[in-house]
């Protein structure tokens, strides 16, 4: 059942592809985003329309949009005809194989390296802050069947009615497969595959678009996977999901953009605009990266680093622009609730200016251990790249994503907050964009070298292996040389890194779903008093079981939630902590033995219960502990 889980990812998207008259590489890596533009746009239609968002409103959604797509793209192809606007080079046969060959490797080594990471098993669950939150944030679209992020506000422990926002395009899709194709672990964990094996068909899609050549393209799709920084990263601290969905479809989104200049007509202005879309709705932050992207290549085409002739591309250019806004807009505009929230996070600068810099051009921020190996090659290739005036605007934007990590990561002004606002001034979120220029410089690198070592063997080879099979020869020899000296690819210290939340860990135990179970044949739907500190935040989304404390950063104390949380310990002698408990239904409390967090402490109110008379305990194991309030003295359920 989980090829359902990666066919959500592809189906959606392939259809608006093909009837945005994608094809190739480009049509294969972007079913992806275009999958989440469909989504994007579709919550907000169908939402507001009150229409139940489940797999067939979905499907009937996808539908209609890819009919209205198709449509709209095939009239104005009419009128423009087919001639293309800039003469692209066609492949071979053994060329797209070579390509093919990179992009599986990347994809192997990626899935190796997280299903190690996990433990083998998609039952895992991860440990870290943000998973509950996701997790919750898909059964509760499931079980409601609403994806309008001002839904979610009860999950983030806000009043009905709050004005709230969360992106929740990842979530909107996933919500329907819940329980159908996968529980919710196997779910989560099936979605992050999905998004790590597309990130080198992304790559290879991004760099043949852009005329690199298909060795170039392959080495750099195989490598695409070594880097710590993404996926891996991002996918144990946090986990950051939605984010590094994103992350992985911008290379996508890229190779769309190429279609403005190349293919007449709809297919660029309006694929672009829809994959920027499904970027803005996994999270808004993402807008900005693909703002650097395009900017980088606006300058590129303006200084004419790279063809064009704006007497026939300014108009897609402007079109694409303007149906940028109008599907980007409605999805960021809701996001404007949370803005203040969102910029006004801090986290704590972790390397000096030069530290950053020097993890910034070995491609290993965040690292105790550069990977020296891939670092060198990708830097190498960048200088090769400035030199022969390859992809410049890549390399730009790598040096502002670059600068924008070492400053965020190692100063704390008015200037570096405001420019970091976006991704929580949080470091980590920006070096999860460096690997991106890092695989398109190795690929450039070993490109290069391949060549230069062909060339060396001058007349001793026939020009037709000269042309391909000696220096496809030299490249995978490189390809194979680098995995060594990464020591197996870096498998084994992704994977290391990646097991650092994907684990039986103390947060959320065994012992402890297993008590979320009792609670889901006996609470009746009623909340469940629970310490926001220790795990159980994660029974409604384990066990369909409403905690009283949704997330980690708990209720306000003076809500029904938050005078339980801190005041239970009162229930005899204060009226409003019975108050609370009567206005919320409770009928359970549940106490766990591990922590989010090794410095934490158990919630005042929730420390003892044995010792209230207002309550018994239930059930019992070594990581859980249940119990029921009663009335003092009688000892029948309250």
């Known amino acids: 059942m989980g090829a359902f889980v990666v066919l959500a990812f592809i189906l959606p998207g392939l259809a608006v592809g093909l009837a945005l008259r994608l094809r190739g590489w480009t049509l ?12 994007a746009l579709g919550t907000l239609v169908i939402g507001n329309l009150g229409i139940a968002w489940n797999l067939l409103s979905l499907a009937l959604w996808t539908v209609v949009l890819a009919a209205v797509v198709g449509v709209v793209t095939w009239l104005v192809a009419r009128r423009t005809g087919g001639e293309p606007l800039i003469e692209e080079p066609q492949r071979s046969l053994g060329e797209n194989l070579v390509v ?13 390296t997280f299903l190690r990471g996990i433990g083998g098993t998609l039952s895992t669950v991860n440990q870290d802050w943000d998973a509950p939150y996701h997790g919750n944030a898909i059964r509760w679209i499931s079980e409601h069947a609403t994806a309008l992020p001002s839904a979610l506000a009860q999950i983030a ?51 043949l678009a852009w005329r690199m050549p298909p060795l170039g393209a392959a080495i750099a799709a195989a490598v695409s996977t070594w880097f710590t920084a993404f996926p891996y990263d991002s996918l144990w601290r946090g986990p950051l999901w939605p984010y590094v969905a994103g992350v992985a479809l911008v290379p996508a989104v890229l190779a769309i953009a190429r279609k403005i200049l190349t293919t007449p007509g709809l297919t660029g202005p309006l694929g672009l605009a829809l994959a920027v879309a499904g970027l803005t709705g996994l999270h808004t932050s993402l807008v900005f990266i693909a703002f650097v992207y395009l900017l980088m290549l606006a300058l590129a085409l303006a200084l004419r680093f790279e063809p064009i002739d704006w007497r026939v591309s300014w108009k897609p250019l402007a079109i694409t622009a303007v149906l940028g806004l109008v599907a980007v807009i409605p999805v960021m505009l809701p996001a404007l609730v949370q803005s203040a929230g969102v910029t006004g996070a801090q986290w704590d600068e972790f390397a000096s200016p030069a530290e950053g810099v020097g993890q910034t051009l070995l491609f290993s921020p965040v690292a105790a251990f550069p990977q020296w190996f891939l670092g060198l090659a990708a830097i190498t290739g960048i200088i090769l790249m400035i030199k022969h005036r390859v992809m410049l605007w890549v390399v730009a934007a790598f040096v502002v994503v670059g600068g924008m990590y070492a400053g965020t990561a190692s100063l704390n002004n008015d200037l570096i907050n405001t420019l970091s606002g976006p991704f929580y001034n949080d470091a980590w979120r920006f070096a999860a964009l460096i690997p991106l220029a890092g695989a398109i410089a190795v690929g450039y690198c070993g490109f290069t070298v391949a060549t230069a070592l062909t060339a060396k063997l001058g007349s001793r080879v026939s020009p037709q292996r000269a042309a391909f099979v000696v220096p496809v020869a030299f490249g995978l020899a490189a390809v194979l040389v680098l995995g060594l000296l990464g020591k197996g690819a870096y498998i084994g210290r992704n994977a290391e890194r990646l097991s650092e939340t994907n684990n039986e860990g103390a947060t959320v135990t065994r012992g402890e779903r297993e008590a979320y179970q009792w609670l889901a044949r006996h609470s009746k739907d009623r909340p469940v008093v629970n310490d926001r500190l220790d795990g159980s935040v994660w029974m409604y989304a384990l066990a369909g079981v409403k905690p009283v404390e949704w997330t980690f950063y708990g209720a306000d104390e003076k809500t029904n939630a938050g005078r339980i949380t801190w005041h239970l310990q009162d229930i005899g002698k204060d009226p409003n902590v019975r108050k609370a408990i009567n206005a919320l239904g409770v009928k359970y409390a549940v106490v766990g033995a591990g922590y989010v967090r090794q410095n934490s402490r158990p919630a005042p109110g929730l420390m003892a219960l044995e010792r209230l008379p207002e309550v018994r305990k239930v059930y019992e194991n070594p990581q859980a502990t249940i119990y029921e309030f009663v009335e003092p003295g009688t000892g029948q359920s309250s």
Do not use: C, Q, R
Request: charged share 5%; net charge neutral.
């Open 28 to 39: 294969a890596a972007a079913a992806p985003v275009l999958t989440f533009g469909t989504v």
């Open 100 to 112: 093919l060959g990179g992009v599986v490797l990347g994809m192997a080594v990626g899935a190796a």
């Open 157 to 207: 422990n806000l009043p009905a009615g709050t004005k709230y926002f969360y992106p929740n395009t990842y979530h909107a899709l996933l919500a329907p497969l819940l329980d159908k194709a996968a529980g919710m672990p196997e779910l989560l964990n099936l979605a992050a595959l999905s998004v790590v094996l597309a990130w080198p068909l992304g790559i290879a899609a991004m760099a």
